[in-house]
């Protein structure tokens, strides 16, 4: 059990095109979700905090209009990054966290985004 | 961004041998730390956690221990094989109205035949 999943594994867009990256909790539901960016040979840096239901919780330096999260399920985060750009180019991974052991984060396979 | 951090980088051992990693946490209001094991091109995978009441646990081959003095945890991995091969992170629970985890920088393990 515990299992989530994130879609697209790759993808590859020109810069000023919008992606959007799916995360999904597949046998379990999850109020809230969390969004990592990772950079080559780097630590999961903490973007976003995604409740079901409600806004999100942005960490400092990351831009809201940018990377749009929404929580509209108890099975389903999305990220947006809006007119990406090659610094975009990153390893995004999203996290659940269970509803009975509440601590346990249940990690996504990660989603490997380059922008040309 | 803030950080845990990490004293070592990338930690090189002998198939068979016993690995050590550490690192360094911030917060001493922190109650819940995990390892997790990073396989290239994969999503972080649980280990072994701990809270802040206990200063070891421990797991089938893994090990942790927590030096709240210090601010500083380990992890010890019995037996070293190559299917270890990985990146370690720890990671750190922040509270703050709700809760949020906080990595460290990662250390390399490279297990030699």
């Known amino acids: 059990g515990a299992v989530v999943s994130q879609h697209p594994s790759r993808v590859i867009c020109k810069s000023g095109t919008s992606v959007k990256i799916e995360c999904r909790s597949l046998?379990?539901?999850?109020?809230?979700m969390f969004w990592y960016r990772q950079f080559p040979k780097q630590s999961l840096m903490l973007m976003a905090t995604?409740?079901?239901?409600?806004?999100?919780?942005?960490e400092q330096g990351v831009e809201k209009d940018k990377f749009l999260i929404n929580h509209a399920s108890l099975t389903l985060s999305t990220l947006t990054v809006t007119s990406a750009h090659p610094e975009d180019s990153s390893f995004y991974i999203c996290?659940?966290?269970?509803?009975?052991?509440?601590?346990?984060?249940?990690f996504g396979p990660g989603t490997r985004l380059l922008v040309l | 961004g803030e950080s845990v951090g990490l004293h070592l980088p990338t930690l090189s051992v002998q198939e068979g041998d016993n690995s050590i990693i550490n690192c360094a946490y911030s917060?001493?209001?922190?109650?819940?730390f995990i390892w997790y094991k990073q396989e290239s091109g994969k999503g972080p995978q649980f280990i072994i956690d701990?809270?802040?009441?206990?200063d070891k646990r421990q797991g089938q081959r893994v090990t942790v221990l927590l030096n709240k003095t210090v601010k500083h945890l380990s992890l010890q991995i019995a037996a070293t094989q190559p299917g270890d091969s990985a990146v370690y992170f720890c990671?750190?629970?922040?509270?703050?109205?709700?809760?949020?985890?906080?990595f460290g920088t990662g250390t390399r393990l490279k297990v030699l035949a």
């Open positions: 917060n001493s209001a922190s109650d819940y």
């Open positions: 701990i809270r802040s009441n206990m």
């Open positions: 996290s659940a966290l269970g509803t009975r052991e509440q601590e346990t984060q249940y």
């Open positions: 995604s409740n079901e239901g409600s806004k999100a919780t942005y």
């Open positions: 046998d379990f539901q999850a109020t809230t």
């Open positions: 990671a750190e629970k922040r509270v703050s109205g709700t809760y949020k985890y906080i």
